[in-house]
């Protein structure tokens, strides 16, 4: 691997913008090749066997775009796919995931009841306090499957009173009573982090928010440093995938990219 590969990012949809978004902002001499994997969007409801698939056909091509490393900014595919991944990709391409450097943060914070919502399959697989555990036995994680929000936030349904009120019924479930801290554990959620907010302010209860598109974007950072892959272009010029074009999807990545961005769709499914 060279210095000046680009970076592989991938999501079902616009969620792992809010990742690609903090990387570049951390890394700017960094060019990303991100893919959204629109056709199959959600991941969230899909099977094991399905994420595990569209993973290694994203990540296939994602290494024939040469890129040194690859960021599942995903948390469907991280918990069901990030072994499966591991193992199929070649080992001097380096794999970053989004669950393992959040449970690393909380890990170093003095939070002890920590809630995380998330889509189902993030939640079924169980991975959040398995890994959170596996570093600190002492924090207790109370899970939350949160369905509606991820496709609200891809159909840039957020910031209107039905929002708010979807929001409103999920964080108030007994289960995510006295937390001192909410992981939001989509990548999609960041989008709604100041709703969330609002619930918690408006119901006088001080929970921090973990978002973490910036703890993943230090996490690339120290990875690619201690491999002494940290990129010296002067200029980059990122690359935005889709599998399928979707109007929401140009609108949200323009808020995140700007002019910076022109979308390409590559349906890496047909022939
Ligand atoms: N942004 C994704 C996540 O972090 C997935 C949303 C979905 O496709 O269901 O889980």
């Known amino acids: 691997m060279t210095k000046n590969q680009p970076i592989g990012i991938f999501d079902s949809g616009i969620g792992g913008l809010t990742v690609a978004k903090a990387i570049s902002d951390l890394l700017p001499n960094e060019q990303l090749i991100y893919f ?7 991941f969230g409801d899909k099977s094991e066997e399905a994420v595990k698939s569209y993973a290694e056909g994203i990540a296939t091509f994602l290494l024939q775009q040469n890129c040194k490393a690859i960021v599942v900014a995903c948390n469907t595919a991280s918990a069901l796919a990030e072994s499966y991944l591991s193992a199929f990709l070649p080992k001097d391409v380096l794999l970053i995931d989004v669950i393992q450097p959040v449970a690393a943060f909380l890990n170093s914070s003095t939070f002890r009841r920590v809630g995380v919502i998330a889509t189902k399959g993030t939640i079924g697989a ?13 924090i207790d994680v109370l899970s939350l499957a949160t369905p509606l929000l991820a496709p609200m936030i891809e159909e840039a349904f957020f910031n209107n009173s039905i929002s708010q009120s979807v929001i ?9 009573k006295n937390i001192d801290a909410l992981v939001l554990g989509c990548t999609h959620y960041p989008l709604i982090e100041t709703e969330v907010q609002q619930y918690y302010q408006q119901s006088g209860q001080v929970v921090a928010i973990v978002n973490s598109a910036k703890v993943v974007a230090l996490a690339v950072q120290n990875q690619l440093l201690q491999l002494s892959l940290l990129s010296t272009n002067k200029t980059v010029n990122h690359h935005f995938y889709v599998s399928d074009y979707t109007d929401s999807f140009e609108k949200s990545t323009k808020v995140f990219f700007g002019n910076q961005l022109k979308l390409e769709k590559q349906n890496i499914w047909e022939g």
């Open 36 to 42: 959204g994997d629109t056709a199959h969007f959600p």
């Open 126 to 138: 169980n991975v959040y306090p398995q890994k959170i555990n596996a570093l600190n036995p002492d």
């Open 168 to 176: 409103n019924q999920y964080l108030s479930q007994d289960v995510l």
